[in-house]
Structures are given as structure tokens and as C-alpha cells.
């Protein structure tokens, strides 16, 4: 009841069942007494499974912990799997350092600010050519550490949710379909750019700290958009998510230090202003979304090579069209 997939090139080998091929909700026996498939992942998982036997790539993402944050949905894990990218946790406070194995941290919705010592860490770290990717969501208190790191790279926070009263969804004006800017790397697999964020933050690109750096916008509000806060509600067009790239020169530590050479590298900040992005409770309820679409490929950008290869699981259930405004209709 499997497939082998192998590579002669690679050595490689790899299989997978028909359980992954064909995915049953086993809680319904539990409530129903029967089982039945709900989604068909043979298109997602095959294509993995080539991907996997033919590259000699994988990635190792580091998620931080310690300062509340979120964790992956089984569905943004195995999308992760299906490129051949590992997941650790990190607590940077107990490890006192960002592993060598490192290729990318993920900040993923921290609810309370990171330290001195920390915001140092990850300086250092992008200093070295790595790249960072944050995911921001509800914190208790300020953040002081964390906005001043952003705005090094030329993100500036705003206070308060933002609200936007012509792209919303039902006339929910906390639930967002941003205007996607991204480049034909960031679109790849998309066909209907419907991305949805619910409880968003929203943030202006500024000037960063040095010319080396240079951000660009990844998804914006409409013009009638407002920042939202207990006594005050500011129009303006805001910014969902933005990618800081910064060129940066790294000594080699392959050679030896009377010849050690210098090399060109990129540092990289990914920023989404919402957690909700890859929220379990969004992505699964709305079949026709492409969150997960731009998240993956926003994610794989950060690596020369890489190419987003994950495909979701097909439902075989009854779905329904996502509309901006029924009320019209």
C-alpha cells in the first residue's frame, strides 16, 4: 500500500502510502461510527516526493519561542515538509546564540517583546547575510525592541488595527483582502491574488538606517483604509506586509585568516502584519484562499535554491466561493 519514488542520481529514496494520498477526518468515526475521504494530497505529496529524491537541498527553519508565540497548524507544517524544510524550536534567551545550521528564523506572532540581548542576536545574525521572517499578532504590552529593529529596516509600526471599508469582507471591515504587489516570484501558483487577514496591524515603509538596505511592499490596504485605536481612527493607505533586503559582505570561513576572502550576500526581512495569514481557523475554513500560496512563496524567497513545490490537498468536500461583497450581488 505505498509508492517508492527514488533518484539515481541522489541515492535518494523515499515512499509514500495511499493514507497520505487519500487523508480521512478519522474524528468522524468517532462521531459517526463511519469514515469517509475528505481530501485527495496525491498531486501535493508526489510532486514532494520527486522534489525530495532529485535535491540535495533541505533548509533549516528555527521558530523562536519564550515570548508567547504562536505555533504551526498541521497544514503549514506539512507544507513546510513537502519542501523539504526542517522545523526546530529556539529559545534564544536559554541558547544565547542562533545556530550555525540556521537558514531561516521565524518570529511567529509574539505576544510579549524580546530583549536586549536578543534584538543584538539577530542583528548579529542578519549582519552574517541571515534572514529573518516575523509574523505579528496581539501583544500585551509595548514593544520597544522589536520596533526599533524594524525600523532599521525601514518598517514603522502603527498603532491599532486596521480597518478597510472597500476591500472587507461582508462588510466586516477587520477582515481584509490586501492588494498583493509582489514580484512574479511572490505571485508563482496564484491565479485569483484573494488573500485574507483578519485583526491586522499595519505598518509605513520609511527610510531604513543604511542605503545598503532596500524594502519593498508586499500587500497594501485600499486608500479608505483606517488605522483604529479606543479614540482615534486615521485614514490612510497601509502597508501588510513588506520584504527588507540588505547587501551585506560576510568574511569566508572556509579560509584560513591570513587569506580570507570577502563575499557578497543578502540579508532578509520578511514582515506580514498578521498572524492570521496562516491561521488554521482561515486557511481551512476558505477553501478558495490562496494564503498559503504566498506564504510558501514568500518563504522559499529567501533561499536561492528553492522553489515553492508544495501544493495543498485537494478537497472532496462541498466548498463554497469566498465573496467580497454579497450584499451587492
Not at 33 to 52: H, I, P
Not at 173 to 201: C, D, R, T, W
Not at 238 to 255: H, I, K, P, R, W
Request: net charge negative; with cysteine; hydrophobic share 35%.
Amino acid at each position: 500500500d505505498t509508492i517508492l519514488i527514488t533518484g539515481e542520481k541522489t541515492g535518494k529514496s523515499t515512499s509514500v502510502s495511499f493514507g497520505d494520498i487519500l487523508v480521512y477526518d478519522e474524528y468522524s468515526y468517532y462521531m459517526t461510527g463511519s469514515v469517509s475521504a475528505t481530501e485527495f494530497d496525491g498531486e501535493g505529496q508526489l510532486t514532494s516526493a520527486v522534489n525530495y529524491v532529485t535535491s540535495d537541498t533541505t533548509k533549516k527553519i528555527y521558530y523562536t519561542t519564550g515570548h508567547g508565540e504562536n505555533t504551526f497548524s498541521t497544514s503549514v507544517s506539512d507544507l513546510l515538509g513537502k519542501n523539504n524544510m526542517a522545523e526546530e524550536e529556539l529559545n534564544l534567551m536559554m541558547q544565547g546564540e542562533i545556530p550555525e545550521d540556521c537558514d531561516l528564523l521565524f518570529l511567529y506572532a509574539p505576544m510579549k517583546d524580546i530583549t536586549e540581548d536578543e534584538k543584538t542576536l539577530i542583528e548579529n545574525y542578519m549582519s552574517k547575510g541571515g534572514d529573518v521572517f516575523l509574523m505579528l499578532g496581539e501583544t500585551d504590552d509595548a514593544t520597544p525592541n522589536l520596533d526599533t529593529l524594524l525600523e532599521e529596516y525601514g518598517i514603522e509600526c502603527e498603532d491599532g488595527y486596521i480597518a478597510d471599508m472597500q476591500r472587507c469582507y461582508q462588510g466586516n471591515y477587520y477582515y481584509i483582502f490586501p492588494q498583493i504587489n509582489g514580484s512574479e516570484e511572490m505571485m508563482k501558483g496564484m491565479s485569483s491574488g484573494m488573500v485574507l487577514l483578519v485583526n491586522a496591524h499595519g505598518f509605513h515603509v520609511t527610510d531604513p538606517a543604511r542605503e545598503t538596505i532596500t524594502v519593498t511592499s508586499l500587500m497594501t490596504t485600499s486608500s479608505e483604509a483606517y488605522a483604529v485605536i479606543e479614540d482615534e481612527e486615521k485614514q490612510g493607505t497601509y502597508t501588510l506586509g513588506a520584504v527588507a533586503v540588505e547587501s551585506v559582505v560576510a568574511e569566508d570561513e572556509e579560509d584560513s585568516e591570513e587569506t580570507n576572502k570577502e563575499k557578497d550576500m543578502e540579508s532578509r526581512l520578511t514582515v506580514i502584519s498578521a498572524d492570521s495569514m496562516i491561521d488554521a481557523q482561515i486557511t481551512d475554513s476558505f477553501s478558495t484562499l490562496e494564503n498559503l500560496d504566498l506564504f510558501m512563496n514568500a518563504l522559499s524567497a529567501n533561499f536561492d535554491d528553492v522553489q515553492n513545490v508544495a501544493i495543498e490537498p485537494k478537497s472532496l468536500e462541498v466548498t463554497y466561493n469566498t465573496m467580497q461583497h454579497a450584499g451587492i450581488i
